[in-house]
């Protein structure tokens, strides 16, 4: 039998909509699942029930051969014997250990030796060199992020449960931590499931997503699956990305980098280095559609294709172009009457290097 | 002043206080964290002593460890001796008359402990009874200290529950506070002066240790 994991549960909080959660995906080495989704879609409320502080009150949870939860059963594993570990959205570090402490605090089981090699492996995977005796207080906002997630890893979990790891830090540090929690990831090779609200960081981070919406998944696949092809109007909505495809770098000049995707280039905002591999994200309302060979703008990218097809959307219409790639564009209804496109016709589409970002794996 | 007044009643609060420390955290714990719909009972149960009269207390107490009940009869076989109007009995009394002025600090300061640290300590896998010993307590020192010092300048002013277990045994039962009125019935204020006095000084010091830590006017505990 393949590694899997069975989510199938229902929980209703009084006053509020039930939340039902079906998921059900093959799991390798290091499968990341994010649960994407607005707040209040019931993303957390899931990933609590994964790490056993939320009972819901019917269904089923599988980690490859483990059953954690089967209402009809009456199984019930409590959090202490699933061997996860969970980094709550506010990090929760104790404020009265250290860092060293709090790193240790799960290492009930070892020797006091072991203990105490295992948190200097810890302290250098997480490069928290000098702060071994600081108090959680005492430390900037990607410190504590870095304590708290040395802390979940330290008793080599089974599985990593992350909620919104990035939303407490400040927007520049976030970027940065971004990049250096998806390396740490790859390397420890563990299996994950993580939480958040931020597409960047979906893609980022999510081998698989599940996107969820009013307390229902809504879509499980992968991050192109999802994202390009949305499978209603609310998943589209959600992720409102509506163009994602790979490319690699093949220029880079301080953030600005040049890609190539499927033989046509574009030059988009990222710090990846050349040859690196990337998604790159553009949303449909951010592409400005011309008449085929009409006159500069200063835009970066200009792109010739031609009309796959057209969906009206409300008072707006998405056209889809294939150039090189199939790329999403939002046009008005008057737009679409004055480039009189149809099925078929040449058009260029423009958009600011700002408007496509490049997100690295 | 009758030291050895003072003696019983320095003894007896030190070990009801001490009870309730073993008594009281377990109970505070599963009043804090306990999600029984009927828990209001036992909290309503818990917080008696700090409406109901000592006298009655008292009353149901000396009832309840008499030799006619099933308690005492018990006691009676084990010791030799009946548990009324003896130190062991005052205890006893003292304890469940204290009761609240340990509990209800102990909760209160369990309920100030975030939950999310409760849960992180759980999925670190540490049972419940190592997450209340290694995170709980620890962060609830003010309150248990809090809880402590009340129980203990509680018993040492204790009057009616006394007078109705313990009696006036010299040495054994009277206590500070029946003191004070025997020496009032005798007419001896200066003696009654003296000791209430001492009480009065007592207690204020114990109130000021208790305000004075809950403001965190002392830099022994960090600030948040």
Redesign the interface.
Known sequence: MAAEVVIDITKTYPGRPPIHAAIRYALDQATSLVLFGPSGSGKTTVLRSM???EWPERGTIRFISRTWLNTEARVRV???Q?????M?Q?Y?L???YSVAGNIG??L??LSPVERTTRVEEMVELFQLQGLETA?PRELSGGQQQRVALA??VA?RPQLL?LDEPLSALDAPTRVQVRGELRRLLTQLALPSIIVTHDWTEALTFGDVIAVMGKGNVLQVGSPKDVFSRPKNADVALIVGVETVVEGSVIEQGEGLATVRVNGTTLKGLGADPVGASVLVCIRAEDVVLEQAGSGMTSARNHLVGSVTGMMPQGVMVQVMIDCGFPLAALVTRGAMEDLSLRVGSQVTAAMKAGAVHLIGR | MNWLAIGVTVKLASLTSLALVAIGLPIAYWVTFSTWRWKFLVESIVALPLVLPPTVLGFYILVAIGPHSPLGRVYTDLAGHPLPFTFEGLLLASILYSLPFAVQPFAAAFEQVDRRLIEASWTLGRSKVQTFVRLIVPLSTAGLITGVVLSFAHTLGEFGVVLMVGGNIAGETRTVSIDIYDEVQALNYAGAAKTALFLLVISYLVLLAVYAMNRKVWSAWPRK
């Open positions: 790490a056993g502080l409590p959090p202490q699933r061997r996860i570990g969970y709550p506010d929760a104790f404020p009265h605090y799960g009930g089981e108090r802390r979940a008793p449960l």
